[in-house]
């Protein structure tokens, strides 16, 4: 899923400063899962958004909404509307829900309530981690199915580096070192012959340093 | 009605200070106690999570305080709320509803000016 | 001769090698090099000139290179692959052999977090050992990787550093032969303490005949006292001083710990000398430049042989 976390609620205040109504727009997608941006998350900022405001002399009223998907555009149709009815909407959606946003309603500004974060899983409740950086070339056949690019700090193709300590990365005590998952994966499913192997310079092209990427399937067009 | 403070979740919380009040006591099983195993554990942090909001827009973390009782403790409730209440009391009204009043009058001196 | 490199004719030569380094400053003053480069000058074969080494901002390696060559010693080019993408490399990689640089140390980088600038975007496009295959695709075939042919083909020795204490150890071996496979002609280990871990790797080394496809440098630091080696055992990842080498420089008087660390020093170098499937030694006297002398040559390993072109 996506995640994300919450911006301090200073930084929203100041955002949402110039409005006297705003709509807080959640999404029931990843962002519900990871518990930064669903229905719950829309109450309770709103709530707060409401409380500061008006402790500071200046009451705001607030819409409550929270879209099946801010990232596709059937739903979004049904805010229309009312959307022009705000001044601004609040999304705690991903930056490509808000993004989706914005570009439908070219006349209301979009402010973001959540920094984006990774493609990552739950590992327990309550802590979510990073596998994946959508590259666009997958190389999880080689390396025991754990990603070089993603979980070692480097991106290295041939690790671990000189860094690696009892299976901990040099860069922080809690990050895993990343080759030491993918030797001990490999090791277990007895293809330590991947290891020995050069692999080729890895084309970045395909991932976002060759430009925005967009996938097109013309049999569902 | 709430089956246990598990149940309670932070918008309600805040709902309750939207709503005009000036301090929140969440009364919860005791600890190890829980009809529901960790209802009461739950409910804790989230109390926490709301001091600190209270925290962040000034409103006052001091405002909401959870308490750990047994349904048999009649006479330590009876303290606790008594405590809570004087602690409230020195606080004073919420920052809501000093600005509250405060609206409240400058409408009526408009009213009154008309 | 693959290369115009004199380490390279001095190991050809059968002689045991001494590679020293130079740390750049802090700064555009150029003396601060010059001194070190006079303090090194006579005591090796090559000298490196580290790049940016644990990503504090230093002047450039190549400039560096530059200032040690002025001072009539043959610059050893650190290169990590943690600032520059393909392009720089290869742009950086032509420069340095148009200037006459003839030696290159194929590095990862320490990561960015360790330095002046740890929100800095890290670039890692292709990794240490690709920057190999690079070079070697540059210098054996004289074409870009791209397949472009090169207009000049630039004539280094090719190099890259190993930490043979690093984990997992399993790995160490089989990732020496990846950099050997990828076109590596030299290495330089990271610092020895643990000398019964260095001899279990070379064990492993010699196993794969590695040692007959490149020429092993095996990594020296004196150490200047109890505290220092104390503060490198625990904060620098990879490096493993045992503690009877720490007792025996911790039991001296502080003021005679820095003699017996060279002391140390002096008899490791003397011990791989005699440790088959070493070549030479490279001394990192890490700021410590002007007991280089007192080190290379307690070791015997004074004066530096010359061999012809």
Known sequence: MITGTPKPIEEILEMIEPYDNIIVAGCFGCVTVCRVGGDKEVQVLSSTLRLAREASGRKIEIKEICLERQCDPEYLEPMRPYVEDYQAVLSIACGAGIQFMAEKFMKTPLLPGINTGFLGVTERQGEWAERCQGCGDCVLHLTGGICPVTRCAKSIFHGPCGGSVNGTCEVAKDIKCGWQLIIDRLKSLDQMENYGKLKPYKGWDASRDGGPRRILREDMI | ?114 | MKSASNLERVLTAGHFAVTGECGPPRGADPEKVLKKAALVKGNVDVCNVTDNQTSVVRMSSLAGCMLVKQSGIEPLLQMVVRDRNRIALQSDLLGAAALGVHNLLCLSGDHQKFGDDPKAKNVFDIDSIQLIHLVKTMRDEGIFPSGEKLDGVPRFYIGCAVNPFADPFEIRVPRLKLKVDAGADFVQTQCIYNMDKFKLYMEGARKQGLHERVKILAGVTPLKSAGMAKFMNRMVAGIDIPDEVIKRVADEPKEKQAAKGIEICIEQIQELKEMEGIAGVHVMAIEWEEKLNEIVGGAGLLPRPVVEQ
């Open chain 2, 1 to 114: 009605m709430l089956p246990c403070t598990g149940r309670i979740d932070e918008s309600l919380l805040l709902k309750a200070f939207e709503n005009g009040a000036d301090g929140v006591m969440v009364i919860g099983c005791l600890e190890g106690d829980c009809h529901y195993v960790n209802g009461n554990i739950r409910a804790r942090s989230r109390v926490k999570r709301v001091y600190s909001i209270l925290e962040q827009i000034r409103i006052g973390p001091d405002r909401i305080r959870m308490y750990n009782l047994s349904a048999g403790e009649g006479a330590k409730f009876a303290a606790f709320t008594n405590e809570f209440v004087s602690q409230i009391e020195n606080l004073g009204p919420s920052p809501i509803n000093v600005a509250r009043k405060q609206a409240a009058r400058e409408s009526a001196q408009e009213v009154q000016a008309t």
